[in-house]
């Protein structure tokens, strides 16, 4: 049935997500960048500042996958 997204958090400079069946999380920034790969159904990443946007892709374990929308980076 698909990836079920349990949360989404940005503060302080750190992206959390959590999903409830994922096996692979990216945050993806410009030009379909990949910033950080983890394996597992949660992950977390900290800006550096110099994204203008991030995306997360999850994906389980047959291979099916979900983006968020972009995280705008102030």
């Not at 945050?27 to 991030?54: A, C, D, H, R, W």
């Given at each position: 049935?698909?990836?079920?997204?349990?949360?989404?958090?940005?503060g302080k400079r750190v992206i959390n997500v959590e999903s409830q069946n994922g096996t692979l999380i990216q945050?993806?920034?410009?030009?379909?960048?990949?910033?950080?790969?983890?394996?597992?159904?949660?992950?977390?990443?900290?800006?550096?500042?110099?994204?203008?946007?991030?995306?997360?892709?999850?994906?389980?374990?047959?291979?099916?996958?979900?983006?968020?929308?972009?995280?705008?980076?102030?």
């Amino acid at each position: 049935t698909g990836i079920f997204l349990n949360s989404l958090e940005y503060g302080k400079r750190v992206i959390n997500v959590e999903s409830q069946n994922g096996t692979l999380i990216q945050f993806i920034g410009q030009y379909g960048k990949v910033l950080k790969t983890i394996e597992g159904k949660n992950g977390s990443y900290e800006t550096k500042g110099n994204e203008s946007y991030i995306r997360i892709k999850i994906t389980n374990h047959i291979d099916q996958c979900a983006w968020t929308q972009p995280v705008k980076i102030p």
